[in-house]
């Protein structure tokens, strides 16, 4: 009785040891080096996902049961580069992931974090359109892949977003007008309908 009770739990401890083990397989069932996100939205996109239990490191909800399994109604997940996540302009005029907000404003975060929603991080591709990171993302991973869409968007740093400048006419950075007008009168300028920052 003993030794059947030993085998039980071994057996037991080696079900639970490999569903913590991730599975990397693509569309066809083989092998693959890494993940693909499901993007989407929500938890489809790479992002820190705050109130999940996996606050401090960006994963992703992925496609073709690749990563870590989850359960039948979350389906599974995996790690994914913190490069690759969302941030938001905060009141010192620098962008911060969603990890970034929380770190700093504990309880607050959640709600600080949705209230720079207007703030998104976006930059100007070739095309010479606008895109946030999730739109980025959309445009080019069937023909670049995980890594490859990121490496653009990286390439894109100098490309920040623009907007009239209500004084001069001109297109500006953000920077630009926060030297030109100060922390207090640029975000008025920057988006007239919702003055307020992230207040980081």
Not at 6 to 23: D, G, H, S, Y
Not at 61 to 89: D, I, L, P
Not at 180 to 187: A, D, L, N, S
Request: proline share 4%.
């Amino acid at each position: 009785m003993m030794a059947l009770r030993a085998l039980v739990t071994f057996c037991l401890a080696l079900r639970l040891a490999e569903a913590e083990k991730p599975i990397f397989k693509g569309r066809d069932g083989l092998p693959v080096a890494g993940c693909k996100c499901k993007g989407g939205g929500k938890d489809g996109d790479c992002g820190y996902h705050l109130g999940a239990g996996k606050d401090d490191e960006p994963w992703c909800r992925t496609e073709y049961k690749c990563g870590y399994q989850g359960s039948m109604f979350t389906g599974s997940w995996y790690y994914c580069n913190k490069n690759a996540v969302e941030r938001r302009r905060a009141d010192d005029g620098k962008f911060y992931s969603s990890y970034e907000f929380s770190k700093y404003y504990r309880d607050e975060g959640k709600e600080k974090w949705k209230g720079a929603a207007p703030f998104i991080e976006k930059r100007y591709d070739r095309d010479n359109e606008l895109y946030s990171i999730t739109d980025f993302r959309s445009f080019y991973i069937d023909t670049e892949g995980e890594n490859g869409w990121l490496r653009k968007w990286e390439e894109l740093a100098d490309y920040p977003e623009k907007k009239v400048d209500p004084a001069s006419g001109k297109m500006l950075t953000f920077d630009d007008m926060w030297s030109r007008y100060g922390k207090t009168e640029v975000w008025k300028k920057w988006n007239p309908s919702n003055s307020s920052g992230g207040e980081l």
